[in-house]
Structure formats: C-alpha cells, structure tokens
C-alpha cells in the first residue's frame, strides 16, 4: 500500500551535463544518453508498481461499492481476515473508503503527470544535439508514413471486401429469383401454355362427372360450321365429342357415337349419319357444316369432305341462350350425364363459326397451313371451364398432329 504523504516523495533524477563543460562533445553526448536511458527505466518501474497500486485499489474500491449492509461488511472482514491486511486502518464506512480511495487516486494521478514533465524536460530538444534531433524526426516521419499506408490499405481491403459482399448478394438473389420464378412456372402446371389456343382437354375415363363446359353461349344461327381435333380409341363408340342444350330442347346440337352405332348428327333431335371413322386412336381434324336451308350438312375428316346430304331440321334456326358441354351427352340443360355416352379421349381447338366455312378454308386449317379461331365460339383457355377430373394440358402441335395421322 501507498502511504498518504506519498505525494511528497519526488523521483530523483540525475544531473545532466551541459554542453559547455570540460568534456570532449561526444563523451558528452554519450553521458547524456546513457543517463536519459537510466532515469527511463527508473521511471519505468515506478509507473509500474503505481500501476499495480491502482489496480490494487480499484479491486477493493469494486468491493466495497459491491458490498451490502451488514452482510457486505462481514464478507469484509472474512477476507481480511484471511489473507494480508494490506489496506491498514481503512475505516468501515463505505463512504469514507470511497473518499479515502479517491484522493489516493488523486494523489497518484498528480505524480504520474509530473513524471511526465519532468520526462519531457530531459529528452527536450533543446538538451539533444542537432544531428540525434534530425534523426529523431526522419524515424517518426518514416512511422507517420508507414501508418498512414497500412491504414489506407486497410481502407481499401474494407471498401474491397464491401464490394464484393455487395455484388456477391446480387449474384445470390438474382439466383434465387430465377428459381422463384422458375417454380412458379412449373405451379402452374397445366395453366402454363405457350399462347391461350395451344391446350387440350382430356377426358380419361368414361364416367357422367367429367366434362369440360364452354363458358360462351350461341346466338340464334341460320348457318354453321363446328371443327375440332379430337383422338380417341374407346369402344364401344367414341361416345359424345360436345352437345348444345336449350331449355325445351337437350338435343339441339350434338355429335356422337354410341354404342356399335355410327357417328350420327343431331338438329332439334333430328338425326343424320355422317360417314366419320376416328376411333383408332389418333387425332383427326373434324369438321362439320350445316344451313338451315334445305337443312344441308356436310362432313369433313382431316381436310377431305367424305359425306353430305340434306333435309336435316329444314328452315329451323338454332335457339340462343343454351348450354355447351363438351365430352357429355344433355338429357337436361348442362346436366343429366350419361357414363354410357361420355367421350373419351382427348380434344383440341373446337371452333364455330356463324357461316358455312368453304372446303378450301377447312382444308387448310386441317393441314396446318392456316389458324382460322371461330368467330362465335374460338378455342381459348379462359372460355373453357373443365370439372370432376377433367384437365387441360399443353397440346402437340398441328405439324405433330398431322403426323398421327
């Protein structure tokens, strides 16, 4: 422990010559140095054991701020008992130790600065020859250099590694959002098709709940043309391709085979066999016109008309406002299935159009060579609803189609 009047007690430091003596300047200078460097180390050990005094003291301070009414004061006097008083006769009262180490803290601190000075005023300029002073000042220009330069580069390492961090999150998010992205995609599943006609609807099983239904009705028609491409290899019969029902009238419009029964086309429940055969499981391009003059009809497989005929509901116009169901038979307007009659197989680009398409036209849509969307009912996904299983996949091309054939 420091004793009270410890600020009292001044460092002795050794005389330092002055130039004008009587000895040679560099024995002189020599002296001078190896002095400075005696009265260093001494100063050097005397900071450090006042170092150890402060820490020393602010242990104890820590503890007596630490301690707590009686219980404080008795793990105090525990420890003081244990081990070596080295505080003398401290008093008890918290408060009068903490000023009691404050103004040792005081006391220690003002002999610190004035080893300071008194430092300063031996290694002064003035007491050093001109030549150490140069030489001084080069050795700190040189560390001031020196530091700046490390601490530029650390500057540049920091702006460096910013950088790359930065763009090294770029690179990861503009990753991640590709994937996103891609994901989304592939959600979508059967949505996904590369313009709104390119989709078919399959129907797989034969059952009285799959179905697809066009969300656009008909207007009262005088004349029609409907064309699709549709593959199917079911038997007995293909069953119903697509029915249109009025509220009066279940078979106002329908294509179907049933049973070991040809393809037969019905107007107001009037019948008429078409010469069609497209149940060997490969697409086909069907197409079908008909006039309410002289109720004539005419059908057409892959481009090539095989049959026509007449007097098919004569003079009777179709009804507007009905139900378009594709793959299902009506009984009753957009309902009343029957499994037997359901189609099966898939089908694409089912159009219809208000007028009689010419044999030219019909010939090129079957062929690939034109894109014709009917002007009543086009083949778009929005327009098509399917239900109990149905789906909607993206469709091979016509060129792919073709080669089914």
């Given at each position: 422990s420091l004793p009270l009047d410890a600020a009292g007690a001044g460092c002795p430091l050794p005389p330092v010559p002055m130039q004008g003596g009587a000895l040679p300047p560099e024995e002189e200078l020599k002296a001078t140095v190896l002095q400075l460097r005696e009265t260093v180390l001494q100063q050097k050990e005397t900071i450090g054991s006042q170092r150890e005094a402060i820490r020393e003291l602010t242990g104890?301070?820590?503890?007596?701020?630490?301690?707590?009414g009686?219980?404080?004061?008795?793990?105090?006097?525990?420890?003081?008992?244990?081990?070596?008083?080295?505080?003398?006769?401290?008093?008890?009262?918290p408060a009068q130790v903490i000023d009691q180490l404050s103004r040792t803290m005081q006391t220690l601190k003002d002999?610190?600065?004035?080893?300071?000075?008194?430092?300063?005023?031996n290694v002064s300029y003035?007491?050093?020859?001109?030549?150490?002073?140069?030489m001084l000042q080069r050795r700190l220009g040189d560390l001031e250099r020196q530091l700046l330069s490390k601490v530029a580069e650390l500057e540049d390492e920091k702006s460096l590694l910013h950088n790359e961090t930065s763009a090294?999150?770029?690179?990861?998010?503009?990753?991640?959002?590709?994937?996103?992205?891609?994901?989304?995609?592939?959600?979508?599943?059967?949505?996904?098709?590369?313009?709104?006609?390119?989709?078919?609807?399959?129907?797989?099983?034969?059952?009285?709940y799959l179905y697809g239904k066009i969300k656009k009705t008909l207007?009262?028609?005088?004349?029609?043309?409907?064309?699709?491409?549709?593959?199917s290899s079911a038997s007995p019969g293909i069953g119903t391709p697509f029915s249109y029902a009025v509220p009066g009238q279940a078979n106002e419009i329908v294509l179907i085979e049933w049973g070991n029964n040809p393809i037969e086309l019905l107007i107001n429940d009037k019948v008429a066999q078409l010469p069609l055969f497209i149940s060997d499981g490969k697409w086909h391009h069907i197409c079908i016109t008909w006039t309410t003059r002289d109720g004539m009809w005419e059908a057409f497989q892959d481009g090539e008309k095989l049959g026509t005929g007449e007097n098919l509901a004569p003079w009777h116009p179709i009804k507007p406002g009905g139900v378009l169901i594709l793959g299902q038979?009506?009984?009753?307007?957009?309902?009343?299935?029957?499994?037997?009659?359901?189609?099966?197989?898939?089908?694409?680009?089912?159009n219809i159009w208000d007028r009689v398409l010419k044999a030219e036209d019909i010939m090129n849509i079957a062929n690939c060579s034109i894109n014709m969307p009917g002007n009543i009912i086009p083949w778009v996904?929005?327009?098509?609803?399917?239900?109990?299983?149905?789906?909607?996949?993206?469709?091979?091309?016509?060129?792919?189609?073709?080669?089914d054939l």
């Open positions: 104890k301070l820590s503890r007596c701020e630490g301690a707590d009686k219980s404080a004061a008795g793990a105090w006097k525990n420890e003081v008992g244990k081990g070596k008083d080295t505080m003398g006769d401290l008093p008890r009262d002999r610190l600065e004035s080893l300071e000075h008194q430092l300063r005023a003035a007491a050093l020859p001109g030549d150490l002073r140069e090294h999150r770029q690179k990861t998010e503009t990753a991640l959002n590709a994937l996103l992205e891609r994901v989304s995609e592939l959600e979508k599943g059967n949505s996904a098709f590369k313009s709104p006609d390119e989709f078919k609807v399959s129907l797989p099983l034969r059952t009285n207007p009262e028609l005088y004349a029609f043309t409907v064309c699709l491409w549709l593959r038979e009506q009984d009753t307007v957009g309902g009343r299935f029957d499994a037997t009659q359901a189609f099966v197989g898939e089908m694409s680009q089912f996904d929005n327009n098509v609803d399917v239900f109990g299983g149905a789906t909607k996949w993206p469709v091979e091309t016509c060129e792919e189609r073709l080669l």
